[in-house]
């Protein structure tokens, strides 16, 4: 999630956490990197992760180093303080989307389209105003 949108979400099928294997492939390589490249050029922003074991393997750090992408160290990142990480509101709001209406999902799929459908009608605006002190 930037101030310029929401890149596309990655739906982890499996029944293990993600890797850091996988997350440096699926969500680094093919989404973080790309969304950066195409956005944000300029070098005009900081990857923010959540506390999640895989955002802070030596595998991903080093590419991201290699690509220089400014990443808040784990240290500077406080577990405690979720409304410190924008992303954690986003994530509350697309949960809040996802099940408006009182919708449940059927299946594992149908959650997954849901998800990313939810995540597309984001709000520009609101999206920038979450960012916007970590711009």
């Not at 955002?55 to 577990?79: C, F, G, I, T």
């Not at 986003?90 to 059927?106: H, S």
């Amino acid at each position: 999630m930037f101030s310029k949108g929401v890149s596309d979400v990655y739906i982890h099928r499996g029944k293990q956490v993600v890797l850091q294997t996988t997350y440096l492939k699926e969500c680094i390589n093919k989404g973080l990197l790309p969304f950066i490249e195409k956005y944000h050029h300029n070098g005009n922003y900081l990857f923010w992760p959540d506390l999640a074991s895989a955002h802070y393997s030596n595998l991903v750090k080093e590419r991201l180093h290699e690509k220089n992408v400014p990443l808040v160290a784990r240290q500077d990142n406080p577990p405690n303080v979720p409304q410190a990480r924008s992303i954690e509101t986003v994530w509350a709001l697309l949960e809040r989307k996802v099940y408006e209406n009182n919708w449940e999902a059927k299946n594992l799929d149908a959650l997954a389209r849901r998800i990313k459908q939810k995540a597309k009608e984001f709000d520009q605006n609101m999206l920038q105003s979450e960012t916007d002190y970590i711009r």
